[in-house]
């Protein structure tokens, strides 16, 4: 190879990113073990390390650029919302962040922030010194975002659009506000209670004190106050409480009056974020976290409604039922759709319909198995989200339906022939499986041994003539 094609390597490998370098230097050197096309990996090899030696010997450490943006966003941190996830009053996206950064960067302050960059370059990664500078930081940050987003005519306008687009600028002001006052976060997260398990009298009066920060009671910064206390919940419906202790009253036209009204519409957009993931977790067959977002769900919904006096017409009570209604709506057609899939499975088949070889899906097995334990955990939560009748009455017929099939199935294996004796096994091991959801592990044992004493007759009949 010539030698420029040897530079043009070299330069090639010196702009790959530092990992890549390394996943390269890992397959070339496999590649030599194996004695596979040794001259080109012992070529690259020998650039790649020329490479990496040079950048460990000569270059300066990087720019601690990323460390700059993170301690001027680690406040936000409590606020943040990922990308695709509704967001409400007290709360920013996470993704507003970087092109907020880029236009501090170009646009807003990007003298004070080359100067923090070089200071922070200097500052040992444990200095005290820290903490300051990033409060320098944020306190210029929020300057010049104030001034851009203050009153101002077209110039403005345009000066807004190269931040971002209209969801970032959205967050602008809001970031903002909570850089302005992050002394003020601190001090509240430092006053409150680092776990709130039963949100009673005596825990209200102490957030309510903690919140008696009067930079925090403003309508643009009380929100984020109240979302730092949910974090804080174990039950973050719990927040109306609040609302309903400043109100001094359960009747929503009071409560709506006060600025912590806000609270209840926080607790209402957060259920009907439960409740989509719920509906996405349904629709895409996950049920991990299923019964703990019902559990939320449930309190939620039922908190809401006894300890709040909400009118049917009204926009709280409006869109209560409308949660109520699309979480009805999603269980409901879920449920509907397990007896059928259990049947399928059960289904004592006459035997020349089974074609040989024959087998059950496993996969399918655990899935149904899965949806069966979804009915059993619906019927603890069915009143309060409006499916009461559908989960009794198909948990009612699921418990009948296994049982008989089970016992038909146990008794199928006695006479099975030979060539559908794997399949039949398969049914019975299914039935089991499902019976043990439904009935407990002590049922479950019993059908497994008299499963296994079919079985075994079965062939002790077949020796012994």
């Given at each position: 190879m010539s030698q420029t094609s040897i530079e043009r390597l070299r330069e090639y490998l010196a702009q790959l990113p530092p990992q890549a370098q390394a996943l390269l230097m890992r397959e070339f050197e496999r590649a030599l073990e194996r004695g596979q096309d040794t001259a080109v990996a012992t070529l690259v090899l020998d650039q790649l390390r020329k490479v990496v030696r040079k950048t460990e010997a000569d270059e300066a450490p990087p720019p601690r650029t990323d460390d700059l943006s993170r301690l001027l966003f680690q406040?936000?941190?409590?606020?943040?919302?990922?990308?695709?996830?509704?967001?409400?009053?007290?709360?920013?996206?996470?993704?507003?962040?970087?092109?907020?950064?880029?236009?501090?960067?170009?646009?807003?302050?990007?003298?004070?922030?080359?100067?923090?960059?070089?200071?922070?370059?200097?500052?040992?990664?444990?200095?005290?010194?820290v903490e300051a500078l990033a409060s320098n930081l944020q306190a210029v940050a929020a300057e010049a975002i104030f001034e851009l987003t203050g009153p101002g005519g077209g110039d403005k306008s345009r000066a807004l659009a190269r931040v971002g687009p209209p969801n970032v600028i959205e967050d602008l002001y809001s970031i903002g506000a909570v850089l302005a006052v992050r002394e003020a976060v601190a001090t509240l997260n430092e006053k409150l209670p680092r776990a709130l398990r039963a949100f009673g009298d005596a825990q209200i009066v102490?957030?309510?004190?903690?919140?008696?920060?009067?930079?925090?009671?403003?309508?643009?910064?009380?929100?984020?106050?109240?979302?730092?206390?949910?974090?804080?919940?174990?039950?973050?419906?719990?927040?109306i409480r609040l609302a309903i202790k400043i109100a001094a009253s359960d009747d929503e036209i009071r409560v709506a009056a006060t600025p912590y009204g806000v609270a209840v519409t926080i607790a209402l957009h957060d259920l009907s974020c439960v409740?989509?993931?719920?509906?996405?977790?349904?629709?895409?067959?996950?049920?991990?976290?299923?019964?703990?977002?019902?559990?939320?769900?449930?309190?939620?919904?039922?908190?809401?409604?006894?300890?709040?006096?909400?009118?049917?017409?009204?926009?709280?009570?409006?869109?209560?039922?409308?949660?109520?209604?699309?979480?009805?709506?999603?269980?409901?057609?879920?449920?509907?759709?397990?007896p059928g899939r259990v049947r399928r499975i059960l289904r004592q088949r006459a035997e020349k319909d089974i074609p040989p070889g024959a087998r059950i899906d496993s996969t399918e097995v655990e899935e149904t198995v899965?949806?069966?334990?979804?009915?059993?955990?619906?019927?603890?939560?069915?009143?309060?989200?409006?499916?009461?009748?559908?989960?009794?009455?198909?948990?009612?017929?699921?418990?009948?339906?296994?049982?008989?099939?089970?016992?038909?199935?146990?008794?199928?294996?006695?006479?099975?022939?030979?060539?559908?004796?794997?399949?039949?096994?398969?049914?019975?091991?299914?039935?089991?499986?499902?019976?043990?959801?439904?009935?407990?592990?002590?049922?479950?044992?019993?059908?497994?041994?008299?499963?296994?004493n079919a079985a075994t007759g079965e062939r002790k009949s077949s020796r012994a003539s």
């Amino acid at each position: 190879m010539s030698q420029t094609s040897i530079e043009r390597l070299r330069e090639y490998l010196a702009q790959l990113p530092p990992q890549a370098q390394a996943l390269l230097m890992r397959e070339f050197e496999r590649a030599l073990e194996r004695g596979q096309d040794t001259a080109v990996a012992t070529l690259v090899l020998d650039q790649l390390r020329k490479v990496v030696r040079k950048t460990e010997a000569d270059e300066a450490p990087p720019p601690r650029t990323d460390d700059l943006s993170r301690l001027l966003f680690q406040v936000l941190e409590p606020f943040l919302v990922e990308a695709g996830a509704p967001i409400r009053v007290g709360q920013v996206r996470r993704s507003s962040l970087a092109p907020i950064w880029q236009w501090l960067s170009r646009d807003g302050a990007p003298d004070k922030l080359n100067e923090f960059e070089a200071a922070l370059a200097r500052m040992p990664a444990d200095s005290g010194q820290v903490e300051a500078l990033a409060s320098n930081l944020q306190a210029v940050a929020a300057e010049a975002i104030f001034e851009l987003t203050g009153p101002g005519g077209g110039d403005k306008s345009r000066a807004l659009a190269r931040v971002g687009p209209p969801n970032v600028i959205e967050d602008l002001y809001s970031i903002g506000a909570v850089l302005a006052v992050r002394e003020a976060v601190a001090t509240l997260n430092e006053k409150l209670p680092r776990a709130l398990r039963a949100f009673g009298d005596a825990q209200i009066v102490s957030v309510t004190s903690a919140l008696n920060i009067p930079v925090l009671q403003t309508p643009q910064m009380l929100p984020f106050a109240l979302s730092i206390v949910m974090q804080r919940m174990t039950a973050p419906w719990q927040i109306i409480r609040l609302a309903i202790k400043i109100a001094a009253s359960d009747d929503e036209i009071r409560v709506a009056a006060t600025p912590y009204g806000v609270a209840v519409t926080i607790a209402l957009h957060d259920l009907s974020c439960v409740a989509a993931i719920l509906r996405m977790d349904i629709k895409r067959s996950r049920f991990e976290n299923v019964a703990g977002n019902l559990k939320t769900l449930h309190d939620g919904v039922r908190g809401l409604r006894t300890e709040l006096d909400l009118r049917n017409d009204s926009a709280w009570g409006k869109q209560l039922t409308s949660i109520r209604a699309n979480i009805s709506n999603a269980l409901q057609s879920e449920i509907d759709s397990v007896p059928g899939r259990v049947r399928r499975i059960l289904r004592q088949r006459a035997e020349k319909d089974i074609p040989p070889g024959a087998r059950i899906d496993s996969t399918e097995v655990e899935e149904t198995v899965a949806l069966i334990d979804f009915v059993a955990t619906c019927r603890n939560y069915a009143s309060e989200l409006a499916i009461n009748e559908v989960t009794l009455r198909t948990y009612s017929d699921l418990q009948q339906y296994v049982e008989r099939s089970t016992e038909q199935l146990v008794q199928s294996l006695r006479g099975a022939d030979h060539k559908v004796r794997t399949y039949r096994q398969q049914q019975v091991q299914a039935a089991i499986r499902f019976c043990q959801v439904l009935f407990g592990d002590d049922y479950a044992s019993l059908m497994s041994r008299a499963a296994e004493n079919a079985a075994t007759g079965e062939r002790k009949s077949s020796r012994a003539s």
